[in-house]
């Protein structure tokens, strides 16, 4: 893979890399000779993952770090933040890779559902806790990522067309967190990854300084993403569906990760939603200043009545 990037190693801090894409990326990184903070659920997750990390080059250890981070849980969330404060070096990269879905309708915070906290909710918190420390780097190529998905678009094709996992051309704020007679597994997957472009816009407009950018990896049907999924599910996305030409492979994505992470901040244009590697545009929704300002303001409710 070709890297016309700056010279200057960066410190990268990865939510949700011990499994799949983040993984894979943070592998890559450390054989680039880049520092790498992992995060994980649990201490075994990430002794598993320093496993697979570390593999071809034992020789780069002392550059892979971790936390334990549940994006569900706030304090957990702000004790990983004290952890990398503590490990003293600046932090020029964040990835907001971490994510998930559920099997079933789940509120562990009252009021928002499960999906979207994990995927949009934790990880705007996190983000603010962090700014603070990327504001402090003096890397050239210092930046905030999110890690979105195509699928936030009623009209993309993606992750299933019944009426059970449609969302809406004009999402309502105010209910969809709430909406348990409604609710679907890959339905809110979908409304998180609108939520977390909204994300996205709202931390470039509220710290122009910084760049920010949210990107789609592609459709990977390998990944852990779809652990919760059915058997069959499980095995037609990974032996057969993966075959398909409108599919990503796990590598072609994480090179793309690379991308994202090390090319020139001129070549990235901040407040940017990317495929493959080129401006997109995403749905109209994702586009509505009214609503990502209203998403905001139901967050950081959340968020201060949480911590």
């Given at each position: 893979m070709n890297?016309k990037?700056?010279?200057k190693k960066?410190?990268?801090f990865?939510?949700?890399?011990?499994?799949?894409l983040?993984?894979?990326?943070?592998k890559k990184?450390i054989n680039?000779?880049?520092?790498?903070?992992?995060?994980?659920?649990?201490?075994?997750?990430?002794n598993?993952?320093?496993?697979?990390i570390l593999a071809d080059s034992p020789?780069?250890?002392?550059n892979?770090?971790s936390?334990?981070l549940d994006l569900?849980?706030l304090?957990?969330v702000?004790?990983?933040?004290?952890?990398?404060?503590s490990?003293?070096f600046d932090?020029?990269?964040?990835?907001n890779n971490?994510?998930?879905?559920?099997?079933?309708?789940?509120?562990t915070n009252e009021?928002?559902?499960d999906?979207?906290?994990?995927?949009a909710?934790?990880?705007?918190?996190?983000?603010?806790?962090?700014?603070?420390?990327i504001?402090k780097s003096?890397?050239?190529n210092?930046?905030i990522?999110f890690?979105?998905?195509?699928i936030?678009?009623?009209?993309?094709k993606?992750g299933?067309?019944n009426?059970?996992?449609?969302?809406?051309?004009?999402?309502d704020?105010?209910?969809?967190?709430?909406?348990?007679?409604?609710?679907?597994?890959m339905?809110y997957?979908?409304?998180?990854?609108?939520?977390?472009i909204?994300?996205?816009?709202?931390?470039?407009?509220?710290y122009?300084?910084?760049?920010?950018?949210?990107f789609c990896?592609?459709f990977?049907?390998?990944t852990?993403?779809i652990r919760?999924?059915s058997?069959?599910?499980r095995?037609?996305?990974?032996?057969?569906?993966?075959?398909f030409?409108?599919?990503?492979?796990?590598d072609?994505?994480?090179?793309?990760?690379?991308?994202?992470?090390?090319t020139?901040?001129?070549?990235?244009?901040?407040?940017?939603y990317?495929?493959?590697r080129?401006?997109?545009?995403?749905?109209?929704?994702?586009?509505?200043?009214v609503?990502?300002?209203q998403?905001?303001?139901?967050?950081?409710?959340?968020?201060?009545q949480?911590?």
């Amino acid at each position: 893979m070709n890297n016309k990037n700056s010279d200057k190693k960066e410190a990268v801090f990865i939510t949700g890399a011990t499994l799949g894409l983040g993984r894979l990326t943070a592998k890559k990184l450390i054989n680039l000779g880049h520092k790498v903070i992992i995060s994980g659920r649990s201490e075994k997750k990430i002794n598993d993952a320093y496993n697979f990390i570390l593999a071809d080059s034992p020789q780069n250890k002392g550059n892979l770090y971790s936390v334990v981070l549940d994006l569900i849980d706030l304090k957990s969330v702000k004790t990983a933040v004290e952890k990398v404060e503590s490990l003293g070096f600046d932090i020029d990269v964040l990835v907001n890779n971490a994510g998930g879905t559920r099997t079933e309708f789940k509120q562990t915070n009252e009021g928002i559902e499960d999906t979207i906290f994990m995927n949009a909710v934790g990880p705007l918190y996190l983000t603010k806790l962090m700014i603070p420390l990327i504001e402090k780097s003096q890397h050239p190529n210092k930046r905030i990522l999110f890690v979105g998905s195509s699928i936030h678009d009623p009209n993309s094709k993606g992750g299933g067309n019944n009426q059970a996992t449609k969302i809406s051309h004009d999402v309502d704020i105010e209910t969809v967190f709430e909406d348990k007679e409604h609710w679907n597994s890959m339905k809110y997957y979908k409304l998180s990854k609108l939520a977390s472009i909204w994300d996205a816009y709202l931390v470039k407009d509220k710290y122009p300084h910084l760049t920010t950018i949210v990107f789609c990896p592609g459709f990977v049907p390998t990944t852990d993403l779809i652990r919760n999924s059915s058997y069959m599910v499980r095995l037609t996305l990974k032996y057969a569906i993966s075959k398909f030409n409108f599919t990503t492979s796990e590598d072609d994505s994480t090179d793309d990760y690379i991308y994202y992470i090390t090319t020139s901040g001129t070549n990235l244009k901040s407040g940017g939603y990317y495929e493959k590697r080129q401006l997109s545009k995403p749905s109209d929704d994702a586009l509505n200043r009214v609503k990502q300002q209203q998403f905001w303001d139901l967050a950081m409710r959340s968020i201060d009545q949480l911590t």
